[in-house]
């Protein structure tokens, strides 16, 4: 597990690269985000545990913003989340977001996923945006792959085909939004293989999952998220091994007695 | 027959029925540019232009379509003076393209916000988190998806905005085909019925292969998913 931050990410400021304040949250009646505070630092790999409806899944939305919240601060690199427009669009660019439900662009290619970003977010050249695209898909394995449609390829070629589309916009952090949670079985493996190698290169990356060997391998804190709130935050060793409040023991204990 | 076939002598149906697919031709094109925006319109995030387009369309689509062609004709030519062309038959005719073109575009905006409704969530997020802004993500991603899967209800518009171009009539452009029957029927009262599904068979053939067209198209171009 290496923490050093990846040499095409520039520091530009000291500080944590993501950063929560007091964030909260409702859905109607429900309060999701219950005052989050939290701080991932350059290179850190964080993963998000939690029950379903705990608010990790919206905690993740809510780093680049298809969540609004209702107030608190979120900041990237010590910007601030822009509500709105372009300024956000460009924050965006630096967020790299992969989904459960993979969400490649049904009507075009492979190569066209994974090029479009760059070429239409950035303005790179479209010589230098293959080039790029087929160097990301060769890294996650599917570069046999780049002429066809995303119906044809398996889910889990979906999910890595997702990953490099997001790489290929050089952001400065990841975001995982249970990423192996809609694959077969089979194919959860060839998709965490591709994420742990992006964290031994320095990635700084948020993981929402439940995939405890992939917390185990490659992460460097766990957070376990309950109704909204951070119940407690320690290394996967610790966490998994010797978890400190009832409600993670519970959780634990749910998952991992079969 | 030798009476039947006299007609097409004496009157020039096939003149009358290229007037109505000259002015479905041009109807479509302008509501299908209109109808886009509409629709861009009520799926953008901005107040303001979601509720320009639902009023355009509740207005449009519910006026019925001979008030809004007599209005163009008696209003706006004939009251008002606002012509479109220095001849008077074209002007007629541009101002029956202009009425059939603002009420179809309410349905055209219909349909293709139909079309975005078969596009996942997912995909107009995936846009957003590479960084695409509202308009980029419509045009890249969004929309081409939304007409592939609009084809259909399109198609259906387009079926009845070519049959509706007949209501050009009562905005006075005489030369289209309702207009040739109801002379036809005037003057040779003893071929009413053959003068009818003379008419009649004239549309069906004209709409059937669009019906056809889009089907099959609707079917070839669908996104997998």
């Given at each position: 597990?290496?923490?050093?931050?990846?040499p095409?990410t520039?520091?530009s400021?000291g500080g944590?690269l993501?950063?929560?304040?007091?964030?909260?949250k409702?859905f109607?009646?429900?309060?999701?985000l219950?005052?989050?505070n939290?701080?991932?630092a350059r290179?850190?790999?964080?993963v998000?545990?939690?029950?379903?409806?705990?608010?990790?899944?919206?905690?993740?939305?809510?780093?680049?913003r298809l969540?609004?919240i209702?107030?608190?601060?979120?900041?990237?690199?010590?910007?601030?989340?822009?509500a709105?427009?372009?300024?956000?669009a460009?924050?965006r660019?630096d967020?790299?977001?992969?989904?459960?439900?993979f969400?490649?662009?049904a009507?075009?290619?492979i190569l066209?996923n994974v090029?479009?970003?760059p070429?239409?977010?950035?303005?790179?050249k479209?010589?230098?945006?293959?080039e790029l695209?087929?160097?990301?898909?060769?890294?996650?394995?599917?570069?046999?792959?780049?002429q066809k449609?995303?119906?044809?390829?398996s889910?889990g070629q979906?999910q890595?085909?997702?990953?490099?589309?997001?790489?290929?916009?050089?952001?400065?952090?990841?975001?995982?939004?249970?990423?192996?949670?809609?694959?077969?079985?089979?194919?959860?493996?060839?998709v965490l293989?591709?994420?742990?190698?992006?964290?031994?290169?320095?990635?700084?990356?948020?993981?929402?999952?439940?995939?405890?060997?992939?917390a185990?391998?490659?992460?460097?804190r766990?957070?376990f998220?309950?109704?909204?709130?951070?119940?407690e935050?320690?290394?996967?060793?610790e966490?998994?091994?010797?978890?400190?409040?009832?409600?993670?023991?519970d959780?634990?204990?749910?998952?991992l007695?079969? | 027959?030798e009476?039947?076939?006299?007609?097409?002598?004496?009157?020039?149906?096939?003149?009358?029925?290229?007037?109505?697919?000259q002015?479905?031709?041009w109807?479509?094109?302008?509501a299908?540019?209109?109808?886009?925006?509409?629709?861009?319109?009520?799926i953008?995030?901005?107040?303001?232009?979601?509720?320009?387009?639902?009023a355009?369309?509740?207005?449009?689509?519910?006026?019925?379509l001979?008030i809004?062609l007599?209005?163009?004709?008696?209003?706006?030519?004939s009251?008002?003076?606002?012509?479109?062309a220095s001849?008077?038959?074209?002007?007629?005719?541009?101002?029956?393209i202009?009425?059939?073109?603002?009420y179809?575009a309410a349905?055209?905006?219909?349909?293709?916000?139909?079309g975005?409704n078969?596009v996942?969530?997912?995909?107009?997020e995936?846009?957003?988190?590479?960084?695409?802004?509202?308009?980029?993500?419509?045009r890249?991603?969004?929309l081409p998806?939304?007409?592939?899967?609009?084809?259909a209800?399109?198609?259906?518009?387009?079926?009845a905005?070519?049959?509706?171009?007949t209501?050009?009539?009562?905005?006075?452009v005489?030369?289209?085909a309702s207009g040739l029957?109801?002379?036809?029927i005037e003057?040779?009262?003893?071929?009413?019925?053959?003068?009818?599904l003379t008419?009649a068979?004239?549309?069906?053939i004209?709409?059937?292969?669009?019906g056809?067209?889009?089907?099959?198209?609707s079917r070839?171009?669908?996104?997998?998913?």
């Open positions: 597990m290496t923490s050093e931050p990846l095409a520039p520091a400021s944590p993501v950063s929560l304040k007091n964030v909260n409702h109607g009646d429900l309060h999701v219950r005052d989050i939290l701080e991932v290179g850190e790999v964080l998000v545990i939690g029950p379903s409806g705990s608010g990790k899944s919206t905690l993740c939305r809510a780093i680049n969540e609004t209702d107030d608190g601060e979120i900041a990237i690199d010590g910007k601030v989340l822009p709105e427009g372009k300024a956000l460009k924050l660019a967020v790299g977001m992969v989904f459960q439900s969400n490649l662009f009507h075009k290619s066209e090029t479009l970003g070429v239409k977010v950035k303005g790179m479209a010589g230098e945006a293959k695209a087929m160097s990301l898909l060769k890294r996650v394995g599917v570069d046999n792959q780049a449609l995303p119906a044809q390829l889910g979906q890595r085909v997702a990953i490099a589309r997001a790489l290929a916009m050089k952001p400065k952090v990841m975001l995982f939004d249970e990423p192996t949670s809609a694959l077969d079985p089979e194919m959860i493996n060839e293989d591709a994420m742990v190698s992006l964290a031994k290169d320095g990635m700084t990356m948020i993981v929402v999952t439940h995939e405890m060997g992939f185990r391998r490659a992460a460097d766990v957070i998220m309950a109704d909204g709130q951070i119940v935050q320690a290394t996967p060793e966490f998994f091994t010797n978890p400190q409040s009832e409600r993670a023991r959780f634990l204990g749910k998952i007695s079969h | 027959m009476n039947y076939l006299s007609l097409f002598e004496t009157y020039d149906v096939p003149a009358a029925f290229w007037v109505n697919i002015l479905s031709f109807a479509a094109l302008w299908l540019a209109l109808g886009t925006v509409l629709a861009l319109f009520r953008s995030p901005i107040p303001s232009l979601q509720w320009f387009g639902a355009y369309v509740n207005i449009f689509r519910n006026t019925p001979t809004i007599a209005f163009g004709f008696l209003g706006l030519f009251v008002m003076q606002i012509s479109l001849e008077l038959n074209v002007s007629l005719f541009r101002i029956a202009v009425g059939l073109a603002l179809h349905f055209v905006c219909e349909a293709i916000r139909s975005v078969t996942p969530l997912g995909q107009a995936a846009a957003r988190a590479i960084g695409l802004s509202f308009l980029p993500a419509a890249l991603i969004i998806q939304a007409f592939r899967g609009a084809i209800p399109l198609g259906n518009v387009l079926i905005l070519i049959k509706n171009s209501v050009a009539a009562a905005g006075s005489a030369a289209e029957m109801k002379t036809m003057f040779r009262s003893d071929l009413v019925f053959p003068i009818f008419f068979l004239g549309f069906v004209l709409v059937i292969p669009v056809l067209l889009t089907t099959w198209a070839k171009l669908a996104v997998a998913r």
